[in-house]
């Protein structure tokens, strides 16, 4: 679609009533603020400002660099690469069903996308901004932009704030939900042909033996495949191995200083290892990321909070040695309690892979046949 139909759209919805759409199978209802009510005409603002590449230092990075469309809102890449090159700590995750996360980023230091969608842009090795005032100026330079925000959130140009872009943006976001996949079919829509025969015994695997399901949430009417909590796997440990508190430590000075979470832990290669501790200060959670969800899995390649993980026969190996890639690596002291050696087989790994298949809607088939 054109800028100036996108924009013609967003003017002609803009008194639309709030509504959030049916979600697919499997999915429960859509959270939404009651602080930002979604209409059509905010949802197609956001999606223009999710792609829009002005909003960066060089003009060549967008929400959508990272997150993009045809690669299941990821980029594929072990970490994120902003303007210049400059590349981050940390994989980018799927915004595909973020509308249901209770907190963004790995480390959880945003507590809605709203507040997700400020950071990007303003971050050393991702948008490059100094402020969001560069981005702004923008906006409220252009005429379709001034009709749209106008139209939406009633303000004349000069009362554009970036509060008003993140929440339309955010309510873009809220919009990329994806369920229906063949588990769904089979498990909450009675198709008991949907799944392979593999497909059924890895789902035993998932919920037995596995345990994959104590933190990869299912219910009973839905599921999410995550429990929206962080835990500390074994990932990446051995970048600050027996220097834990030290690295913490300095993390705190740092942090009393002035120093900011979001830029720190996107640029500090030990610092981002810190996980969750970034956040809480609680030295328990060292090393503790967010679990992701699993929907789509197949297709959001590479996997874990750095990137490290090729493909799902690398993750299912790793936990099945407990937190590790061999059976004679080290384990982190700071490893959450539930990780432990699974002793599977390899028919119940090649089951269990053929299970995170099935959690593929058809909407990204194409990604997984071009692997």
């Not at 303007?83 to 981050?88: H, M, Q, S, T």
């Not at 490059?128 to 009633?154: C, N, Q, S, T, W």
């Not at 220097?243 to 300095?250: M, Y």
Request: glycine share 8%; hydrophobic share 35%.
């Amino acid at each position: 679609m054109s800028t100036m139909r996108t924009l013609a759209v967003v003017v002609a919805l803009a008194t639309a009533v709030p509504t959030a759409a049916e979600p697919p199978l499997g999915l429960p209802p859509v959270p939404i603020p009651a602080d930002n009510p979604q209409t059509e005409a905010k949802v197609a603002l956001g999606d223009r400002l999710f792609h829009d590449k002005r909003f960066s230092a060089d003009g060549k990075v967008a929400c959508s660099t990272c997150h993009d469309r045809e690669k299941a809102f990821t980029d594929h890449k072990p970490v994120s690469q902003g303007f210049r090159n400059l590349r981050g700590t940390r994989n980018a995750p799927t915004v595909v069903n973020a509308a249901y996360m209770k907190t963004l980023f790995w480390d959880g230091r945003e507590p809605d996308l709203e507040g997700q969608a400020r950071q990007p842009f303003i971050n050393p090795v991702e948008g490059g901004l100094p402020d969001h005032e560069p981005m702004l100026d923008v906006i409220r330079k252009d005429p379709d932009y001034v009709k749209a925000f106008k139209a939406v959130f009633g303000v004349e140009p000069g009362e554009i704030t970036i509060d008003h872009v993140v929440k339309a943006i955010a309510a873009f976001e809220r919009t990329i939900l994806s369920g229906n996949s063949p588990f769904d079919r089979w498990r909450y829509g009675g198709e008991e042909e949907a799944l392979t025969e593999a497909q059924k015994r890895g789902f035993e695997v998932f919920v037995g033996k596995g345990r994959c399901v104590s933190c990869h949430v299912i219910e009973q009417t839905q599921a999410l495949f995550t429990d929206n909590k962080f835990h500390n796997i074994g990932v990446g440990f051995k970048k600050i191995r027996g220097r834990e508190f030290e690295v913490a430590r300095e993390f705190i000075r740092a942090k009393r200083r002035g120093a900011d979470v979001d830029k720190t832990v996107l640029t500090k290669p030990e610092a981002s290892e810190l996980g969750r501790f970034a956040v809480t200060e609680d030295i328990t959670q060292v090393g503790a990321f967010k679990t992701p969800t699993l929907r789509n899995v197949a297709v959001t390649f590479p996997y874990m909070h750095d990137g490290s993980l090729e493909s799902l026969e690398d993750v299912v190996d790793f936990y099945n040695n407990g937190g590790r890639l061999r059976e004679d690596d080290p384990v982190s002291p700071f490893l959450s309690g539930g990780i432990r050696p699974l002793d599977l087989s390899d028919q119940e790994k090649k089951d269990l892979v053929a299970f995170l298949e099935a959690l593929t809607s058809p909407e990204y088939d194409r990604i997984a046949e071009n692997r």
